[in-house]
Nanobody, 118 residues
C-alpha cells in the first residue's frame, strides 16, 4: 500500500528547532522527488523544500539558511530539519512525493502541525 507517514511536529518557541520525518511505504518508483509543503490557515499550500533521489535540492526563499532537507534512499525516508523557527512558519506540513515522469507531487501524507509561538 502506498503511504507517506509524517512525524515530528509540535509546539516550539520562536528561535527553536524541530525535525520532521516522513517514511514512505509501497513502490519506490514514486519517490524520485520527495519533499515538504506547508499550508497555513487561509493560505495556499506552498513548497518548503524538495530533494530528488540523485541529490538536487530546492528551497523556498523564506526558509533558505534555516531549513535543511535530507533523505535516506535505502530507508525511503525524508527529513526536514527546521532551525531558527519563526511564528510565520506555523502551518500544517505535508510530506509529498512524485515519480520522475510527473511534474507535480501526486502522493501525500496526512500532515503534521507545526506551531511556533511563545
Amino acid at each position: 500500500q502506498e503511504q507517506l507517514v509524517e512525524s515530528g511536529g509540535g509546539l516550539v518557541q520562536p528561535g527553536g528547532s524541530l525535525r520532521l520525518s516522513c517514511a514512505a511505504s509501497g513502490s519506490t518508483s514514486r519517490l524520485y522527488l520527495m519533499g515538504w509543503y506547508r499550508q497555513a490557515p487561509g493560505k495556499e499550500r506552498e513548497l518548503v523544500a524538495s530533494l530528488t533521489s540523485d541529490g538536487s535540492t530546492n528551497y523556498a526563499d523564506s526558509v533558505k539558511g534555516r531549513f535543511t532537507i535530507s533523505r535516506d534512499n535505502a530507508k525511503n525516508t525524508v527529513d526536514l530539519q527546521m532551525n531558527s523557527l519563526k511564528p510565520e512558519d506555523t502551518a500544517v506540513y505535508y510530506c509529498g512525493s512524485r515519480p520522475r515522469s510527473f511534474s507535480t507531487f501526486n502522493y501525500w501524507g496526512q500532515g503534521t502541525q507545526v506551531t511556533v509561538s511563545s
